[in-house]
Structures are given as structure tokens and as C-alpha cells.
């Protein structure tokens, strides 16, 4: 019976399957080798350390490999790490991969259904064909359902590209008719194509990573030879059009320092990088507070990425209607 990390306690016995993500070697101050190692499932990580047999044991697995774990619970700096005493590799047949990968709590299919919908209502003509294109794409389609957003910092989880998607094209479409002179069209397909090289750019068979093209290119690359190969196959596509909105893509990252090809240069560009920026965030801290909050503590603990602690305020559910003699209450 599999043992999620999310249930293990210090003093706990183990013996259960996991995910190797990241294997290294080490030694101690008295000069004995060690093997570190951090294991994944869907609910979690975990450090681990192997003692004993090191030579033996790191020849036994290797990173991406999933793993029989034997051992104990401990605490070691504030965290629960395991003391392996047993380790071999497992085949993968039989394993539910399901249960090594976090995975978004929303339906997959839903969410790509109402994307489609959106795209399908869009009063330009030619944005809608495009998309169109990228909906009868099929092997898109699959590699758009799984893929994450990001290896680790916001919608880290099978299908969370395609939640963290729908999530900004939802902030568009609920916030570009407060402003003027926006292009909502344009605005919501750059939403919806602005993260798709990310598909490319990761790796999420086994661990969250990113791929040589990824690597070497970037999604923004990546996903600018997509559209680009869309667009070619309609060739009544407006010029003026095309060049608009792959600026939305080489401009959603707002910043050179953030790996932006170009700042934002129109006022589509420029919401969709705050939106996309606030998605992200907003995300990405809403689950460090969920994983990395000490118990009994309103503090998360410090998020290396963001550079700060977050604090968790629970406020008090009050169901009784005012009194009208509340203070800040005017009377009639």
C-alpha cells in the first residue's frame, strides 16, 4: 500500500514506492560517503539520506527512477527527513503514475472545453481560425492537457499550464472592458497562446524539468515558432495582426531581467503581463502557504524565490447581520 509523504511523521517506519527527483553523493566530516537523495510523490517531497552500502545503493537506482524505500522518520533541522536502511529500484509496470505527480483538483476536460468556447465566441475571424487550428492539433492538445506551468513555482502540476491558461483568460475577459482603447480579441488570444511553448520547454513524463529545446530556447521562442507555423498555414492572416499579437508573446514577461525579449508596447501587452504576473504569484504563494507553513505558526516559511515569508490570516466568520449601531454605520 503506498505511503504518501504528505503522511509521514518523525519516529514513522517506511516502506513504500517513490519517485527519486534528485540524487547526489556526499561525505561526512569524519570522511564516510553518503548518498542524498529527494524523493517526490503527488503529494509532496522529501529529503533522504542512505548510510550504509553507498556504493552498492548508488548503483542500484538513478534520478527519474521509482524506488522501493525501507526506513525511518526523523527530524533534522525543523524537518522530517528519512534514514534509509533498504533501497532498489521498481519497475514501472504495475505503478500508478498517478500517484507520483501532483495534479490539478479541476476537470482537464472542462477546463479545455470552456477555453475552446472562448475562442469560438471571438468576433475576429481570424483569431478564431487560428485558434481553431491549435484545437484540431491533437498531439497539441494532449501535450496542453499535462503539461505544468512552471518545474516548480506556480501551477506545478499536470494540466496546470492549461489551469493557469484559462485563469488569465478569465482575468482578461473580466477586466479589459473597464479600460478603453483595448483590443479584447487580441487581448484574450494572447492569453490563451502566450505559455504554449511551455509544452516544449518542460519535461513531465516522470519529474517536473525542462528540455534541451527548452533549455537552449525558452517557451517564449518556442512558442513564437508555434503561432508562426499556425499562421502560415492561413495565408489571408492580417500582417498587421500577426505582428501584434506575437508581441504579446515576446512581451509577457515585462522585463529584460525576466527573460523578455521585448517590454510591453502596446495596452494589450501591457495588461497581459500584469495579469499573467498576478496569476502566477498568486498561485505559486497560495500553495507555498499550503506546503511550507509550520503548524501552529500564521507564518509560512521563507519562499527563496519571492525572498520573504508570507503570513496566513484566517478571519473570523461572523454570521449575525450588523447592528446598526456599529461603528462606520450611518444611520438613515
Known amino acids: ?36 537523495l529527494k524523493l517526490a510523490d503527488r503529494s509532496g517531497e522529501m529529503e533522504a539520506r542512505i548510510w550504509t552500502s553507498v556504493e552498492t545503493s548508488a548503483e542500484a537506482f538513478d534520478r527519474d527512477d521509482f524506488v522501493r524505500i525501507r526506513g525511518k522518520a526523523v527530524s533534522y533541522l525543523e524537518h522530517v527527513q528519512l534514514n534509509v536502511t533498504q533501497v532498489e529500484r521498481a519497475e514501472e509496470k504495475g505503478i500508478a503514475l498517478e500517484d507520483f505527480l501532483p495534479t490539478t483538483d479541476k476537470d482537464i476536460d472542462e477546463m479545455l472545453h470552456s477555453l475552446i468556447q472562448i475562442s469560438g465566441r471571438m468576433g475576429n475571424p481570424d483569431l478564431r481560425r487560428l485558434l481553431a487550428l491549435f484545437w484540431g492539433d491533437k498531439a497539441f492538445v494532449e501535450q496542453f492537457k499535462r503539461a505544468p506551468a512552471s518545474k516548480k513555482i506556480h501551477h506545478a502540476f499536470i494540466g496546470g499550464l492549461l489551469e493557469h491558461t484559462l485563469s488569465l483568460t478569465e482575468l482578461v475577459l473580466k477586466n479589459a472592458s473597464h479600460y478603453k482603447g483595448l483590443n479584447r480579441d487580441l487581448l484574450t488570444a494572447g492569453a490563451i497562446l502566450h505559455d504554449l511553448g511551455k509544452v516544449e520547454e518542460l519535461s513531465y513524463n516522470r519529474s517536473f524539468d525542462y528540455s534541451d529545446q527548452g ?47 521585448k517590454k510591453p508596447m502596446t495596452l494589450e501587452a501591457v495588461m497581459l503581463h500584469y495579469l499573467d504576473d498576478m496569476d502566477a504569484k498568486i498561485n505559486g504563494i497560495q500553495g507555498f502557504l499550503e506546503a511550507q507553513s509550520p503548524e501552529g505558526s500564521g507564518w509560512s516559511a521563507y519562499h527563496p524565490a519571492f525572498e520573504q515569508s508570507y503570513y496566513r490570516f484566517v478571519p473570523l466568520i461572523r454570521d449575525e447581520a450588523p447592528e446598526d449601531d456599529e461603528p462606520g454605520l450611518e444611520k438613515g
Request: glycine share 8%.
Open 215 to 261: 533549455r537552449l530556447l525558452g517557451h517564449i521562442i518556442l512558442g513564437l515558432e508555434k503561432v508562426e507555423e499556425k499562421i502560415r498555414q492561413l495565408p489571408e492572416f492580417p500582417g498587421d495582426l500577426s505582428i501584434l499579437l506575437k508581441h504579446l508573446i515576446l512581451s509577457h514577461h515585462g522585463q529584460y531581467i525576466y527573460g523578455s525579449p
Open 1 to 36: 500500500m503506498k505511503t504518501f509523504i504528505q503522511e509521514i511523521k518523525e519516529n514513522d517506519a517506511v516502506d513504500s514506492i517513490f519517485l527519486v527527483k534528485e540524487k547526489s553523493s556526499g561525505v561526512t566530516r569524519t570522511g564516510n560517503p553518503y548518498l542524498k
